[in-house]
């Protein structure tokens, strides 16, 4: 689950508050990083886990009004939604339980937030229509919760100052990780029952080994990059630059000259969004400048061994990359 996206933006930040800490101690520093991950992957199933959440509180709601009904004498509410079956599947995942165990986070805890999901549902159109529908597949029951996810869980100003008020960790994690809880959703299937697999924390063992290289060699190298940024900066006052730009560039420097497989114009396009983010409204087109013109400083004084395309032909040659692709496919393939 934890992309190289994400990698790079935690990399920033840790890097970024190394420099602001006094005590810099590169063993610890490297803790928080991968401290930092585990803590995405924990917001990951944490927002899993409010969907079986909600359908508890509506089968709570549903099992009131029927009593209500029976003493009543009126007709039954109907008991559609929280009989949903990918609500039902996800809520018997046995991955997702095993993690939820050791956790010390549980919706329960904040009953008064999942109440406050289950009104905005109900009051939805998207659950209206689902309810008038006489459709009943498993289809259909995974799509609703793919729609109400990306409509009233997405974007949800409450839930997210809830989160952030939960971990310190999850300010700046829950736009990458709602791509990945959606992706889990569609990926779901009913044939796997309880054994359906979530998305591993790490893809692979190289994702780890790529924001602890990624991290200590921004660092432990500073001095060198720092000196590329100045030889190639002869036109600019390089003390006035904006420190977060001079850490995005260190950082990207670092991911140059570390990775071979990664190509030039992919890691300068990552980190010009990274500074669209995180540094000045000027950063990004000056951060893109001065990394073409340091991978060419480095090309040529045999410092890095990679092709950087022409101005014209970039775009296109980037477009085609398999590493671009995937970097693109993490963020759409929703």
């Known amino acids: 689950m934890i992309n190289r996206d994400l990698i790079r933006i935690k990399v920033l930040q840790l890097t970024y508050a190394y420099y602001q800490n006094g005590n810099r101690n590169m063993d610890n520093a490297e803790k ?25 509180e509506e089968q709570r709601r549903v099992e009131i009004l029927t009593a209500k009904a029976e003493r009543e004498a009126t007709e039954a509410p109907s008991s559609k939604f929280v009989n ?3 609500a039902a599947q996800l809520e018997e995942n046995k991955q997702l339980n095993t993690f939820l165990e050791n956790q010390k986070q549980h919706w329960a805890d904040d009953i008064e937030t999942v109440r406050k999901l289950c009104n905005q549902i109900e009051q939805s159109t998207i659950y209206k ?51 990945f809880v959606l992706k889990t959703i569609k990926r779901f299937d009913p044939a796997n029952k309880a054994d359906q697999e979530l998305l591993p924390e790490y893809r692979d063992e190289e994702d780890r080994d790529f924001a602890i290289k990624l991290f200590r060699s921004s660092i432990l190298n500073s001095e060198t990059y720092q000196r590329y940024m100045r030889d190639t900066s002869r036109n600019w006052d390089f003390s006035r630059l904006a420190y ?31 500074a669209k983010l995180y540094s000045t409204p000027r950063s990004g087109n000056y951060i893109n400048g001065m990394l073409d013109s340091i991978a060419r400083y480095l090309i040529e004084t045999s410092k890095l061994f990679k092709q950087l395309p022409e101005p014209n032909t970039r775009k296109k040659q980037d477009k085609k990359h398999p590493e671009h692709q995937e970097e693109k496919n993490n963020k759409t393939n929703i």
Do not use: C, G, H
Request: aromatic letters at 12%.
């Open 32 to 56: 928080e990083l991968l401290y930092s991950l585990s803590k995405a992957y924990a917001l990951y199933n944490y927002l899993l886990a409010l969907i079986p959440a909600i359908t508890q």
């Open 84 to 86: 949903n079956k990918f």
């Open 129 to 179: 229509d689902y309810m008038e529908s006489t459709e009943d597949s498993y289809n259909a029951d995974r799509e609703l919760w793919r729609k109400i996810y990306r409509t009233l869980i997405q974007e949800n100003e409450d839930l997210d100052l809830l989160l952030e008020e939960k971990s310190l960790y999850w300010n700046d994690d829950k736009e990458v990780v709602d791509t």
């Open 244 to 274: 977060m730009d001079v850490i995005i560039m260190q950082i990207a420097i670092a991911e140059m000259l570390n990775f071979p497989n990664i190509p030039i114009m992919v890691t300068i396009n990552e980190y010009v969004d990274l």
